[in-house]
């Protein structure tokens, strides 16, 4: 079938603060509806969809991953992706609503027109602590990826990342270069993509170690805000134990708090 890129679509998921994978997904989806296509019709090849939608082959295939997690789209092992239920829902606001996103440093700086980089310290597959699998719900013993990072804005040092992830969930990790890199975008390009839906996250204010005195140029009296989290993908399963620290300085936590019904 031929997908046409219409500009309702564009207007509609236009908003900037989703990722840009969730806009690829969204667009995709109201061309698939307004080219009234049908379940069992094939679409074009990956290569095709990323050249029409002007973003590369791994955020292509997170798109195709995010509407596969919603029964829209399936894919038929060697033979493509194909149309799963198109049954519409109620019309999408001309200005959707912001959402809270699960979002690694390269999302936010894309979305708030920052250029992020890193300097990796140390990257190396290890066995996982009794600890550690329990968090993540994998083996002790498990081969573990730990990363530990520096992580810039405009080249402006804002945080010091520790990422813990299980090897089994994305092998690509291990020979991935996260100097350049992103996190999250590796993740996505899975297979199956592991995409960051939940995390449970808790800051707590704290002295520098000697350590981060060291990396920050900092004095001792400057507060560090430790950030942890612990992020699920879209099955429930954990995929990233994480912890941030930031100068005080240079980070601000907000939330928005809700009754619920």
Avoid: K
């Avoid at 219409?6 to 994978?21: C, G, K, Q």
């Avoid at 936010?108 to 190396?124: D, I, Y």
């Avoid at 996505?188 to 839906?197: E, F, H, K, T, V």
């Amino acid at each position: 079938m031929t997908v046409t890129t219409t500009p309702t679509s564009r207007r509609l998921f236009a908003d900037e603060a989703l990722p840009l994978y969730e806009r690829t997904a969204a667009q995709l989806l109201d061309d698939l509806r307004a080219d009234a296509a049908r379940s069992g019709d094939r679409l074009p090849s990956e290569r095709a969809l990323a050249t029409r939608y002007a973003v590369s082959r791994v955020t292509l295939r997170a798109a195709l991953a995010e509407l596969e997690s919603r029964g829209i789209v399936r894919p038929a092992s060697s033979r493509g992706w194909f149309i799963g239920d198109l049954e519409p829902g109620p019309a999408a606001p001309t200005t959707p609503p912001p959402q809270p996103q699960v979002q690694g440093l390269a999302d936010f700086a894309r979305v708030n027109g920052l250029t992020p980089s890193s300097r990796v310290l140390s990257a190396a597959v290890r066995p996982t602590t009794v600890s550690e699998a329990e968090e993540l719900r994998i083996a002790p013993g498990a081969d573990l990826f730990e990363l530990h990072r520096l992580r810039y804005l405009d080249d402006l040092l804002v945080a010091f990342e520790h990422n813990r992830l299980p090897l089994a969930a994305c092998p690509a990790l291990a020979t991935t270069d996260f100097t350049t890199a992103s996190l999250y975008a590796t993740l996505r390009a899975a297979d199956p993509p592991q995409l960051p839906r939940v995390a449970d996250y808790s800051v707590e204010a704290r002295h520098p170690t000697a350590r981060e005195i060291e990396l920050f140029e900092i004095g001792d009296t400057m507060p560090m805000l430790v950030a942890t989290q612990l992020t699920f993908n879209q099955a429930g399963r954990p995929i990233e134990l994480t912890v941030q620290v930031y100068r005080g300085d240079r980070y601000r936590f907000r939330a928005s708090i809700t009754n619920r019904p």
